[in-house]
């Protein structure tokens, strides 16, 4: 009864492993992962120089009143 479900648990990683890596040798869904991960570095790197424009004006802001 065990090795059955073990079987089946091992049936199931190794489906979802193989949608893995036809994903990821995919070359369509390869671009898209790593444009993603390039947005989202971009984006976050903007986010930072925002945040610290901000606290500059901020900063200076308070320093005049």
Same mark, same amino acid.
Request: proline residues 0%; positive net charge; aromatic residues 4%.
């Given at each position: 009864d065990r090795s059955v479900?073990?079987?089946l648990g091992d049936v199931y990683k190794r489906?979802?492993?193989?949608i893995f890596?036809? +994903?990821l040798f995919d070359f369509e869904v390869l671009i898209l992962i790593i444009s993603t991960i390039i +947005?989202?570095?971009?984006?976050? /790197?903007?986010i930072s120089v925002i945040n610290c424009i901000l606290l500059v004006i901020? /900063?200076?802001?308070s320093y005049q009143n």
């Open positions: 479900s073990r079987g489906q979802a492993k193989n890596f036809r +994903l +947005l989202l570095v971009i984006t976050d /790197t903007v901020i /900063t200076i802001d």
